[in-house]
């Protein structure tokens, strides 16, 4: 018999316990949850949607903690009033209710090689990931979960179980979403922007923007924050140059591209094209990174305006 046409092994787990057992004896189980997503199964895999320990939501009164397996149509049903409306906005947008009611929080997020939709908004939003690995607990926060650690997205023998989101207070919060709708591939990306304002004066700033690749700069942030409102058109301009060298800082940083000075650099056509080639060979095939670009600065564009 063919090696493709093996039998897979599938396994529908019933306890938190059973799948950490399981991830210590077989290196190459992986996890999944809705398989929304997915266009096969692994060779070896455990579907953990059934198990109640990654079903639970609980709300406090400066964080909610959801389970990885709470499918998105759970999480909507709590409400605008319950759920950051940068996060609400995000599940919104994606699929249609129907898939909805099957993907779930984890898979969303441990889409490998690509950000899942809700990457963006819970990068803002400083969330942090609860993973197990046997007996211990291991808290991570979104600002270092990426999809480009070491060729893995999920730590190694662990499985994600809830996730905690700040229920911070935001006078402005806009999501968007870029790319085909009802799909997901290497030209969609979700953008976040969340800003804090007091006495007219812009006291703290969120930028994410996710997809092929993680965009998300405290030093980008904070080039604004203590800035008097309204902005101006050169405060704008001076952000968006410096949001324009941020990105591509972070595809030559990602894909290891021996960077050029400003002398010999080439236009940003030709740069991303070569970008495009060396990711084909790596990751990710047919990035249009001139493309993710464009639509990066023009959000960033759209939601400074909303502060001048």
């Not at 059934?50 to 909507?76: C, D, H, P, Q, W």
């Not at 799909?183 to 923007?209: D, G, H, P, V, W």
């Not at 405060?235 to 940083?253: K, R, T, V, W």
């Amino acid at each position: 018999m063919d090696e493709k046409e093996r039998t897979k092994d599938v396994y529908f787990g019933t306890s938190l316990e059973e799948v950490l057992y399981q991830l210590r004896n077989r290196s190459n189980l992986k996890i999944c949850g809705g398989c929304t997503y997915l266009k096969e199964l692994p060779p070896v895999s455990m579907i953990i949607r059934n198990i109640k320990e990654f079903k639970l939501i609980e709300k406090k009164e400066r964080y909610i903690e959801i389970g990885s397996g709470v499918t998105l149509a759970s999480i909507m049903e709590l409400g605008e009033k319950h759920v950051p409306p940068v996060l609400y906005q995000a599940l919104n947008s994606i699929a249609t209710p129907l898939v909805r009611n099957v993907a779930t929080l984890g898979g969303n997020l441990c889409i490998e090689p690509l950000c899942g939709t809700l990457f963006a908004p819970l990068l803002a939003l400083d969330a942090k990931l609860e993973f197990r690995v046997n007996s211990e607990i291991l808290s991570l926060p979104m600002t270092q979960f990426s999809t480009f650690t070491a060729g893995n997205l999920v730590p190694a023998g662990s499985v994600l179980t809830k996730v905690r989101v700040p229920l911070d207070e935001w006078e402005l919060s806009l999501f968007r979403r870029v790319g085909p709708s009802w799909t997901l591939n290497e030209n969609c990306a979700s953008y976040a922007f969340l800003a804090s304002i007091q006495k007219e004066t812009l006291m703290n700033l969120r930028i994410a923007f996710c997809g092929a690749l993680r965009l998300h700069s405290r030093e980008l942030e904070n080039k604004l924050i203590g800035t008097k409102l309204p902005l101006s058109p050169k405060e704008i301009q001076d952000m968006l140059e410096a949001a324009g060298e941020y990105f591509d800082q972070q595809l030559q940083s990602f894909y290891s591209l021996p960077h050029s000075s400003k002398a010999d650099k080439k236009d940003l056509h030709e740069d991303c094209t070569l970008l495009g080639q060396h990711l084909s060979s790596c990751r990710i095939p047919s990035v249009d990174f001139s493309l993710l670009k464009a639509r990066f600065l023009g959000l960033l564009q759209e939601s400074l305006n909303h502060l001048s």
